[in-house]
């Protein structure tokens, strides 16, 4: 397995989730790290990525402010910190890896690695 996501789960509007997704070293060293979340009936949407060295990241703009993207390099571990969730947050979760950060944003069928979803419901 070389995306592994796990974390999600059920939760009220306002409170808070961490999700966390493993990866392969080789996976991890040489791609953006991201997550893209799809809700029932809904196309895939991009939520957050981040570089390899950890010193760039990118947001959605439904999202910005909320939540929080970072990496440990030592474990080979992403995570996405999800704070003041919303119903419309929910979803489920995908870990994802690409080359190119535009990929990762807006050409989400090019994606090189998906790891598989987490659900995240947030109740109202």
């Known amino acids: 397995v070389q995306l592994q996501a796990s974390g999600g789960g059920l939760v009220q509007a306002g409170g808070s989730l961490r999700l966390s997704c493993a990866a392969s070293?080789?996976?991890?060293?040489?791609?953006?790290l991201g997550w893209v979340r799809q809700a029932p009936g809904k196309e895939r949407q991009f939520v957050a990525a981040?570089?390899?060295?950890?010193?760039?990241?990118y947001y959605a703009d439904s999202v910005k402010g909320r939540f929080t993207i970072s990496r440990d390099n030592a474990n080979y571990m992403v995570y996405l910190q999800m704070n003041n969730l919303k119903p419309e947050d929910t979803a489920n979760y995908y870990c994802a890896a690409d080359s190119n950060i535009t990929t990762m944003r807006f050409r989400h069928v090019g994606i090189d690695y998906w790891g598989k979803g987490t659900l995240v419901t947030v109740s109202s």
């Open positions: 070293g080789r996976i991890f060293s040489r791609h953006w």
């Open positions: 981040i570089n390899r060295g950890g010193g760039s990241t």
